[in-house]
């Protein structure tokens, strides 16, 4: 989907205009991936427009700088602050806010610490992310997720996605909607931008961090539904077969937010359609992110921007 501008991008403290925020081409980042990011959703709801677990989002991006020995002069309120002033400034929701820090100009070495850090948050509209309205059908790829103790999976990291382009693009050219890739063990890890959860025998299984997978904030928010439902949740490792005799198995990701899967390799999950233990878990999530439940768990931050309807796919 083409990215559709809005007004401003926050950068360093300050809103500049959209066509503003540029970077020259010999910035560190440019050359050796120097950079970590978060991808928000701004949701629409009956009491205006709400960002999903912003301060969670906002510590993680920290998390990733504390990784690769970044300095980031802002604390998590100071940049929820700033999120903030940039989704009401711009008036947009529903919408995607991407936070980003990177190494910029200064040096064009690989040792980046003497690089400035430069930090831009951007929001526009965006509708779903993984294709397939009756279901993903994908694939497993021939591509290993990253290793542990190479680049880390914990951090959110612009670099790791190169690994997530092989993912995705494979799928594509093959006709799949996405991908899951496996752990460099062969264990199950998780999709180029998406976490993943099997249901098996009434159990809801995913892989643990030690799979090298994201500690992703819509997989905590499905743990913590999950058990609030009295759900047994496993972290644990899965083997890839298991996928194939799943009784449900659907993706999770901010962009992917709940995405049923109907078939891997071709097989086809069950009966192919979602399953009530993925649809339970979806209208749970779906009706706190749209004002329409409780938001017992303060997952929601208010911005003032007048919702508009939700952007199509
Ligand atoms: C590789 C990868 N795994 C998992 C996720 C899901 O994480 P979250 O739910 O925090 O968006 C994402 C999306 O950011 C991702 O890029």
């Not at 989002?57 to 002069?73: E, G, N, T």
């Not at 430069?118 to 279901?135: L, T």
């Not at 892989?207 to 609030?228: D, K």
Request: with cysteine; aromatic share 8%.
């Amino acid at each position: 989907m083409p990215l559709e501008p809005t007004k401003y991008i926050w950068h360093n403290g300050k809103l500049i205009a959209w066509d503003q925020a540029k970077i020259h081409v010999m910035s560190h980042v440019i050359h050796y991936g120097s950079s970590i990011f978060e991808g928000i959703r701004c949701y629409k709801t009956e009491q205006g427009a709400a960002i999903f677990r912003l301060q969670d989002h906002m510590q993680r991006l920290l998390d990733s700088a504390k990784i690769y020995r970044m300095d980031l002069d802002y604390s998590v309120d100071q940049l929820c602050r700033a999120v903030v002033e940039t989704v009401e400034a711009n008036g947009v929701a529903p919408c995607y806010i991407r936070p980003i820090a990177f190494r910029g100009y200064g040096e064009l070495g690989v040792h980046p610490q003497r690089n400035p850090m430069e930090v831009y948050i951007g929001n526009f509209p965006w509708g779903k992310y993984v294709s397939g309205d009756h279901g993903a059908d994908i694939c497993i790829s021939s591509w290993t997720r990253l290793a542990p103790n190479t680049l880390p999976a914990m951090a959110k990291a612009g670099a790791n996605y190169m690994n997530s382009q092989l993912i995705r693009m494979e799928a594509t050219v093959n006709g799949y909607d996405e991908a899951v890739a496996l752990d460099v063990s062969g264990y199950v890890s998780e999709g180029s931008g998406e976490n993943l959860f099997v249901v098996s025998k009434g159990q809801l299984l995913t892989s643990p961090l030690s799979n090298s997978v994201l500690n992703g904030i819509t997989r905590a928010s499905i743990i913590t539904l999950a058990r609030e439902m009295g759900l047994t949740v496993l972290e644990q490792s899965i083997p890839r077969e298991m996928l194939y005799i799943a009784d449900e198995l659907f993706f999770t990701g901010t962009a992917a937010e709940v995405t049923p899967i109907r078939s891997v390799d071709r097989i086809v999950i069950k009966d192919g359609h979602a399953g009530p233990i993925t649809q339970k878990l979806a209208a749970e999530y779906f009706g706190i992110a749209a004002g329409k439940r409780p938001d017992r768990f303060n997952w929601l931050t208010p911005v003032k921007v007048t919702a508009g309807e939700p952007v199509s796919a």
